[in-house]
Structures are given as structure tokens and as C-alpha cells.
């Protein structure tokens, strides 16, 4: 049983392009859950996803940034027009349940923006 | 709102020694409590799980505690070695709102 899946793990983008980070959960998870996580910080929530439905985006920047969880295929967190701010490590984690299951993190996808 | 805090926020010892980590959460109506490790540069990889109905939960070296009615889990290290190094993090899941609230973690250096 492959843990949660994250690639690419590192991704360069010059500003103004896009980054696309995929995210494919656990077997059997249905929840999938966004991070981001600066050098020498905490993680911060950016977003929740069910199967084709956002739960809870109140942690995503309003603009440039978007979330899917398909019905078919890995969890996308796409940022468009990328600038120097956005460079961070992203964490996607999933869970068999919404409150009471456990939490499994991937490696994480380092975007790192020049 | 929940919120989960840590202490210490760092901690430096000499290998060999028993310590001990603490988490206070403010709402006790949780279901479980996960503790975390995060080697740098790595994600987080799960440590122990304590369900709301346990008091305690062991992993070899490790021993997790709850105590819900003081809101508070500490986390035990015995024996510490250096491949201990890293930060801890313990997170609760939602109990009104959606996300998991992790505290902020305690960053530990094991001396060899």
C-alpha cells in the first residue's frame, strides 16, 4: 500500500508561469488536505477536498491559486503566474475520514520561483 | 476556535537522556490527537495516534499520553540518540471547522 504520492518533488518556475503539483492519497482516502510550509516556519492549511468537491478553501489566497480532486486521478494544486513568494514546500496529506481518521503526509513538492 | 500549542518551542540535549514533550489544545472535545516528526527538508511522517477513548499509546522508544480534561498530550522519548533530531509536531482534527490544527512544534537536537 503506497503512501501518499506527491511529484514533482521539486519544481522551478520562473515568474509569471504556472505550477501544477500533484498529489495521489492513500489508498481508500477520500480526504485530501494542502499545506504550505515556508523555511523556518509552521504549516499553514490552504485547503480541504473531498472527491470533486472543496470543502474548505479558507486558507488559499483568492487569487492565482486553485484546487481539484477529481473524480479519476491525483489531487492538483495549480498556482498561476508564480512570484518569488509563492517558493515554499507544498504538503499534501490525507485521511480515510474527516475527523477521525490519521493523518499521512507525502515528501512534498519545493517550488522554488526565480 | 481550536488552538494547539507547544513547549518547549526548542530543545537541546545530551544523548542518552528521557524527555519530555508537551501539547495543550483549548477545545477538549477531540477524537484523537497524531503526533508528528519532521526531518528537515522531509514531510511529516506519523508518529503515534491516541483516540479520544485512549490514555496513553507506545511505539518502541515512544509513549504518547492525553489527557483531554486538561487538554494536554505530552509525548516521551526514552533513551534519546541523535537520529531523534528533528521537530515535533501533534495536530487535532476538526471538531466544527474542516482542517486538522497542528501546534507550531518543538525543534529537538539530540548531542551525541
Known amino acids: 500500500n503506497a503512501g501518499v504520492m506527491q511529484n514533482p518533488r521539486h519544481l522551478v518556475r520562473r515568474r509569471g508561469q504556472e505550477a501544477r503539483l500533484r498529489c495521489s492519497p492513500m489508498?481508500?482516502?477520500?480526504?485530501v488536505y494542502w499545506y504550505r510550509q515556508l523555511p523556518e516556519e509552521g504549516l499553514k492549511f490552504m485547503v480541504y477536498?473531498?472527491?470533486?468537491?472543496?470543502?474548505?478553501e479558507s486558507g488559499m489566497p483568492k487569487e492565482r491559486f486553485s484546487a481539484e480532486f477529481p473524480k479519476e486521478g491525483p489531487s492538483i494544486l495549480r498556482i498561476q503566474q508564480v512570484v518569488r513568494g509563492d517558493s515554499a514546500a507544498y504538503f499534501c496529506?490525507?485521511?480515510?475520514?474527516?475527523?477521525?481518521?490519521?493523518?499521512?503526509f507525502g515528501e512534498g513538492s519545493r517550488l522554488t520561483v526565480l | 476556535k481550536q488552538e494547539v500549542t507547544q513547549i518547549p518551542a526548542a530543545l537541546s540535549v545530551p544523548e542518552g537522556e528521557n524527555l519530555v514533550l508537551n501539547c495543550s489544545f483549548t477545545?477538549?472535545?477531540?477524537?484523537?490527537l497524531q503526533w508528528f516528526r519532521q526531518d528537515p527538508g522531509k514531510g511529516l511522517t506519523s508518529l503515534l495516534l491516541?483516540?479520544?477513548?485512549?490514555r496513553e499509546q507506545t511505539s518502541g522508544r515512544l509513549n504518547a499520553s492525553l489527557d483531554k480534561s486538561s487538554g494536554r498530550s505530552t509525548l516521551y522519548i526514552a533513551a534519546s540518540q541523535p537520529g531523534d533530531s528533528a521537530t515535533y509536531l501533534c495536530?487535532?482534527?476538526?471538531?466544527?471547522?474542516?482542517?486538522?490544527?497542528f501546534g507550531p512544534g518543538t525543534r529537538l537536537s539530540v548531542l551525541p
Open positions: 496529506a490525507s485521511s480515510p475520514q474527516a475527523n477521525t481518521g490519521e493523518l499521512f
Open positions: 489508498k481508500g482516502h477520500s480526504h
Open positions: 477536498l473531498q472527491k470533486e468537491n472543496i470543502i474548505d
Open positions: 477545545d477538549s472535545a477531540i477524537y484523537n
Open positions: 491516541i483516540q479520544s477513548s485512549q
Open positions: 495536530a487535532v482534527p476538526p471538531n466544527y471547522g474542516q482542517n486538522f490544527v
